[in-house]
């Protein structure tokens, strides 16, 4: 991260402006074939492992929102874009330990991976303490079901894990904003069961929370199916970025 303050190279920005153009495209395709607006989709760019300087180099080109999974590593890089002056609309996307709430707070502008109670007062808590409002919170669901990946649980009546537990504690916390659901399609799953089967479980929970519009779904290899299945936000990284030296 030595000299990650630095403007992107040249030829980095415009190998980010072609992988820009060429999801954007993708996009535009997949509601076009939805018969969806494009407006009704945000993209949002997943920089885990890539250093700030292309944060800084994609706002350039017109990204909005970003995507970081790992407090450590997004509260330095969120720190240094600051510095530079560029302020995306942060998103916290992985799984996060209750004693990483309050770092997160500062520096998320929605927290898209809570999912259980528990992470949920946490949350509120350092929210009510750290910010001036309130956090934006999306609950994210576990499509097959398997509570050991993440993920509340629809349909269950687990006071910390299932789905209307998590949704009601945020409702309830005054630090905390409920602005929808967020889903990975599981591993071995078609994408087309796993996106169809999250587009019931969030029509039932809009029918609960009509306030809570957000549908965050879709990432680099499968964001058309996600597009037809309702998703309002893709999260997308390798596609834009470049491939991770790493997988994680
Ligand atoms: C890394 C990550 C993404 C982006 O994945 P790509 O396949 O690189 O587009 C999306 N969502 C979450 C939760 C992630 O951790």
């Known amino acids: 991260m030595t000299d990650s303050h630095a403007p992107v190279r040249p030829d980095r920005r415009a190998e980010l402006a072609a992988g820009l153009a060429r999801v954007r495209s993708r996009i535009a395709d997949a509601c076009a074939a939805a018969g969806r607006d494009q407006g009704e989709v945000t993209m949002i760019a997943v920089t885990k492992t890539y250093p700030a300087g292309d944060v800084v180099a994609l706002v350039g080109l017109g990204v909005t929102d970003v995507g970081?999974?790992?407090d450590q590593?997004?509260?330095?890089?969120?720190?240094?874009?600051?510095?530079a002056g560029v302020t995306p609309r942060w998103h916290f996307i992985g799984q996060l330990?209750?004693?990483k709430a309050k770092s997160v707070v500062r520096y998320a502008d929605v927290v898209q991976s809570v999912d259980s109670?528990?992470?949920a007062r946490a949350l509120d808590a350092a929210s009510a303490a750290g910010r001036d409002r309130?956090?934006?919170?999306l609950v994210q669901v576990s499509i097959d079901g398997d509570a050991a990946r993440g993920g509340a649980l629809p349909g269950s009546a687990d006071p910390d894990a299932g789905l209307d537990p998590v949704a009601e504690a945020v409702v309830g916390a005054d630090g905390l904003r409920l602005g929808g659901l967020m889903a990975v399609a599981p591993l071995g799953w078609e994408p087309e069961r796993a996106f169809a089967r999250l587009a019931e479980v969030a029509a039932a929970f809009r029918a609960r929370h009509p306030?809570?519009?957000v549908l965050s779904a879709g990432m680099s290899g499968d964001l058309e199916m996600a597009?037809?299945?309702g998703a309002t936000h893709v999260r997308v990284g390798s596609a834009l970025l470049g491939m991770r030296p790493t997988l994680r």
């Open 97 to 99: 330990q209750r004693n």
């Open 117 to 119: 109670v528990r992470l």
């Open 73 to 83: 590593e997004a509260a330095g890089k969120a720190a240094e874009v600051a510095a």
């Open 211 to 213: 306030e809570a519009t």
């Open 134 to 137: 309130p956090l934006d919170v």
């Open 68 to 70: 970081e999974n790992r």
């Open 227 to 229: 597009i037809r299945y």
